[in-house]
């Protein structure tokens, strides 16, 4: 079952993991959204710079670090995905207990391994 998934801290630099989360997802049959601060595509998917109010999306995979995170909080419980997946080095408290406090699911794990190993 594909999940639409905004990918956040998208990143049009190809040696960025959100980069090749973008298009593994993509790969995979994912419907993907990235939304980052830098202007550009990742394959053929433009990436969202004004935050865009997204909707039905089941997913919400996270690159930005818990530093740069303070601003992006109520955007990303704005989206009201079912999850929010914390890549290897997002990691934070207190965006996990208000997004559990909202019902969502939070998964510390990686984007990139859970496809590969089909646990998405």
């Known amino acids: 079952m594909s999940k639409r998934t905004a990918v956040i ?9 959100a ?5 593994s997802l993509k790969k995979y049959g994912h419907p993907v959204f990235p ?7 990742i394959g053929n998917e433009v990436i969202l710079t004004d935050k865009s109010q997204l909707t039905d999306i089941d997913t919400v995979t996270l690159y ?3 530093k740069n995170q303070e601003t992006w909080i109520p955007y990303i419980l ?3 995905p079912k ?6 080095g997002t990691e934070n ?5 208000a997004a559990e406090k909202q019902g969502i699911e939070c998964v510390i794990g990686c984007t990139l391994v859970m496809l590969s190993v089909g646990q998405y």
Do not use: C, M, Q, W
């Not at 801290?9 to 993991?17: H, I, L, Q, T």
């Not at 939304?35 to 595509?41: D, F, L, P």
């Not at 408290?93 to 207990?97: D, G, I, K, Q, S």
């Open 19 to 23: 980069y090749r989360a973008t298009l």
């Open 64 to 66: 930005v670090g818990p």
């Open 35 to 41: 939304v980052g601060i830098h202007k550009g595509e």
């Open 78 to 80: 704005g989206l009201k």
């Open 9 to 17: 801290g998208a990143s049009p630099n190809p040696d960025r993991y």
């Open 93 to 97: 408290p207190v965006l996990e207990a």
């Open 83 to 88: 999850r929010i997946i914390f890549n290897p």
